[in-house]
Nanobody
Framework: VELVEFGGVLVQPGGSLRLSCAAS????????LGWFRQAPVQEREFVAG????????TYADSVQGRFTISRDNAKNMVVLQMNILRPEDTAVYYC??????????????????WGQGTQVTVSS
């Protein structure tokens, strides 16, 4: 499975941004999908995840109510809509796909495939 993220840019605090991730390879609908992020000198952290066929996502506390994850299995796409952005949201954002059920949705160890990342910078 190959994952490619796009949409990362510089945005002002309070603004919105939409990240997309395009997947190719194994049947997309069989994968759990997630978004993670990594800021400089920090560990990679879970942002949001969405199971195979459930519409509702799971979110980190820091983004709950501001971010929304969605998937389009027909288009092999997963989207992260980010609203009310804050400077602390600045990071490289990664799309990930998991085929197994080992580990929880928010655990990076669960994910088998990763994109190359896209930079999101929130600054005035």
């Amino acid at each position: 499975v190959e994952l490619v993220e796009f949409g990362g840019v510089l945005v002002q605090p309070g603004g919105s941004l939409r990240l997309s991730c395009a997947a190719s390879g194994y049947p997309f609908s069989r994968y759990v999908l997630g978004w993670f992020r990594q800021a400089p000198v920090q560990e990679r952290e879970f942002v949001a995840g969405i199971p195979w066929s459930v519409d509702a996502g799971t979110y980190a506390d820091s983004v709950q109510g501001r971010f929304t994850i969605s998937r389009d299995n027909a288009k092999n796409m997963v989207v992260l809509q980010m609203n009310i952005l804050r400077p602390e949201d600045t990071a490289v954002y990664y799309c990930a796909a998991a085929a197994s059920s080992a580990y929880g949705l928010g655990n990076a160890k669960r994910y088998d495939y990763w994109g190359q990342g896209t930079q999101v910078t929130v600054s005035s």
